[in-house]
């Protein structure tokens, strides 16, 4: 009964404290001391007002993500996986390389003939740097991330170097050639590097458009669709 008693007296102690916050109907549209202060005499901003003032951020918030390298247009879905496959290939290829002396003394190839342990050394040489080499071979092109800078028209592709880290090209739209025959690694070509893109991650389908160049006017010369073909 007494808790009951205590709590009561808080809230009703707390409900006066807040009272006078709380301006009239009348009162809020009204400047003045009534409207924006709350007992104290300091001013203070209403919450109407601060709700008027938040209202700008939010209602301007955007998806497109800004960077001194331009709009962030393209994310590619296997970097996390390209960089954990050459991590790994890159790991067992220096444990191979550092157990290499050990293999040898212990297989008792070292007290062999020099061709036999050149032999050894050069099929585990081989295939200890075959991997790696073939993984960048095929993934120097992913790009991980793409920026479009829409002032310049120019483009910035973030790939894996063969160090792992991270690697700016930057080119223009015109540079972007597509090639004649589909290739499996290279989805267009910027000046002489070709890189891989996958066109359904762009999130405005209009990007990769522009990128290839499909938003050109597409113009053809009649004289070469009627000049026959030469055998």
Do not use: W
């Amino acid at each position: 009964m007494a808790f009951r008693v205590a709590n009561t007296m808080f809230s009703v102690n707390l409900v006066r404290r807040l009272r006078p916050c709380v301006a009239p109907q009348s009162l809020r549209n009204t400047p003045g001391p009534a409207a924006t202060s709350c007992g104290s005499g300091s001013p203070r901003r209403s919450f109407l007002n601060q709700v008027q003032s938040h209202c700008p951020s939010t209602c301007c918030f955007s998806t497109v993500s800004h960077s001194e390298d331009g709009n962030l247009i393209y994310t590619g879905s296997l970097a996390t996986a390209v960089r954990g496959v050459k991590l790994f290939s890159y790991s067992t290829s220096g444990a191979s390389l550092f157990f290499m002396p050990y293999t040898l003394l212990k297989t008792g190839l070292v007290v062999q003939s020099f061709a036999m342990k050149a032999t050894f050394c050069g099929v585990i040489g081989f295939f200890t740097f075959l991997t790696p080499t073939l993984l960048h071979f095929i993934t120097k092109g992913y790009v991980i991330r793409l920026y479009h800078n829409p002032d310049r028209d120019t483009y910035t592709a973030i790939t894996y170097s063969v160090f792992l880290t991270e690697k700016k090209s930057v080119f223009h739209q015109r540079q972007v050639r597509i090639p004649a025959i589909s290739k499996m690694f290279t989805t267009f070509y910027a000046d002489r590097m070709g890189l891989l893109v996958n066109p359904d991650l762009f999130p405005i389908p209009q990007d990769y458009n522009h990128l290839m160049g499909y938003d050109k006017p597409f113009s053809f010369d009649t004289d070469q669709i009627n000049k026959p073909n030469e055998s």
